[in-house]
C-alpha cells in the first residue's frame, strides 16, 4: 500500500473511493463486485462476521483471488474482522477466543495477499478503559507475532457507545505505543467518519482542528484507511449507525472537504453505507455524489 499514489497516478479513470462489497459464494466474487461500482479499492469479510466459526481459505481460492485483483486491476483490498471480536474485554475465556479468532482473520488475510486489516478495539465491559487498552495491545502483539505477512492492522476509531476503547484518538495512539515494538510498524488506524461524528470530533463545525488533532495524537503516517458514512445520529450521540452520504447529520460539506483534501488523496476511502434493494445502484449512487464534489 505504501506506494498507492504512484499507482493510482498511473491507472486511468480510477480513484481511490471503494466499498464493502459482498463475499457471497466465496470471497473470490469480490473484486468483481468492486469493478460493478468502478473501484479498484475494496472492504470484504473473509467469514461470516457473527459467527466464531473460522473458515481456511483454500489454495485454490487464494489463487482465485489473487487473478481476479490482478486481471481486474484492484490496487487496495483489505478485510474487516469479525464483530465478535473482543481484544479488550475482561473476560479471560472470552478474551482469548477473541485473540484466536483475530488470530485466524490474520491468517486469512495473509493467504489473500490482503492490504489491512480493520478491527474494532472492542469493550472493557468492566469499565476499566485502561486495562481495556492494555488488553487489546496484548492481543494485537501476539496475534501479529505469530503470522507473517504485509497486512497492516487498522485499528478503528469507534463511536464511543457504553463501555467501548478506541473512541477518542489518544486510546487509539495508547494502543499503538503499548504494542510490541517488533511489531508496531505493522499497526495503524481507520478514522470512519460517522464514528468520529458521534464520539465528538466535529467534522462540519470545526473540520481543521478534528484533523490537526488527529496529526497531533497519531500523525498521518499511521492513516490507513478512511470510511466514508454519513451519521443517522447527532454530534456526539455516541450512537453507531450509518446513512448514505450527505443524507445525514454530517450532511455534505465534511465529505466534500475529504475528497478534496490533499493530505487524505492517498488514503484508500470504503463505503460503509445502506445498501438498499441493490448493492450496485445504491454505492454507485453514493461513491457519484462523492465523485462530482471533487474540484478538477
Ligand atoms: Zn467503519
Ligand atoms: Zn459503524
Redesign the pocket.
Known amino acids: 500500500m505504501a506506494n498507492f499514489a504512484q499507482l493510482l497516478a498511473m491507472s486511468e479513470n480510477t480513484d481511490e473511493l471503494g466499498a464493502h462489497v459482498s463475499s457471497a459464494g466465496g470471497v473470490q466474487h469480490a473484486p468483481r463486485r468492486a469493478r460493478d461500482i468502478d473501484s479498484v479499492v475494496l472492504q470484504l469479510f473473509t467469514k461470516q462476521p457473527s459467527r466464531w466459526a473460522e473458515p481456511k481459505i483454500d489454495a485454490e481460492t487464494s489463487s482465485a483471488f489473487r487473478e481476479a485483483c490482478d486481471d481486474l486491476g484492484i490496487l487496495v483490498a483489505g478485510a474487516h474482522d469479525s464483530y465478535l471480536i473482543n481484544l479488550s474485554s475482561p473476560d479471560r475465556k472470552l478474551w482469548r477466543m477473541s485473540q484466536r479468532s483475530f488470530q485466524a482473520e490474520l491468517v486469512r488475510c495473509a493467504a489473500l495477499g490482503l492490504d489491512f486489516l480493520v478491527t474494532?478495539p472492542g469493550n472493557a465491559t468492566d469499565g476499566d478503559l485502561d486495562a481495556g487498552l492494555e488488553r487489546n495491545a496484548l492481543g494485537v502483539t501476539e496475534s501479529l507475532r505469530a503470522v507473517e505477512g504485509q497486512t497492516r492492522v487498522l485499528l478503528?476509531l469507534?463511536?464511543g457507545t457504553g463501555t467501548t476503547v478506541g473512541a477518542t484518538f489518544e486510546n487509539l495512539r495508547t494502543i499503538i505505543d503499548r504494542i510490541d515494538e517488533e511489531v508496531r510498524d505493522r499497526v495503524g488506524v481507520c478514522i470512519?467518519t460517522?464514528?468520529a461524528f458521534s464520539a465528538g470530533y466535529h467534522l462540519v463545525d470545526d473540520y481543521e482542528g478534528v484533523w490537526e488533532a488527529f496529526d497531533r495524537t497519531l500523525g498521518f503516517d499511521r492513516l490507513g484507511l478512511l470510511?466514508l458514512?454519513d451519521s443517522k445520529h447527532p454530534f456526539d450521540s455516541r450512537k453507531?449507525?450509518?446513512e448514505g452520504i450527505g443524507m445525514g447529520t454530517l450532511g455534505l460539506e465534511p465529505f466534500r472537504r475529504i475528497v478534496n483534501d490533499d493530505r487524505l488523496r492517498s488514503v484508500p476511502k470504503v463505503l460503509?453505507t445502506p445498501k438498499g434493494d441493490d448493492d450496485v445502484v445504491e454505492d454507485l449512487r453514493n461513491l457519484g455524489i462523492l465523485r462530482r464534489m471533487r474540484d478538477r
Do not use: G, L, Y
Open positions: 474494532h478503528e469507534t463511536a470512519d460517522c464514528h470510511h458514512n453507531d449507525r450509518h460503509e
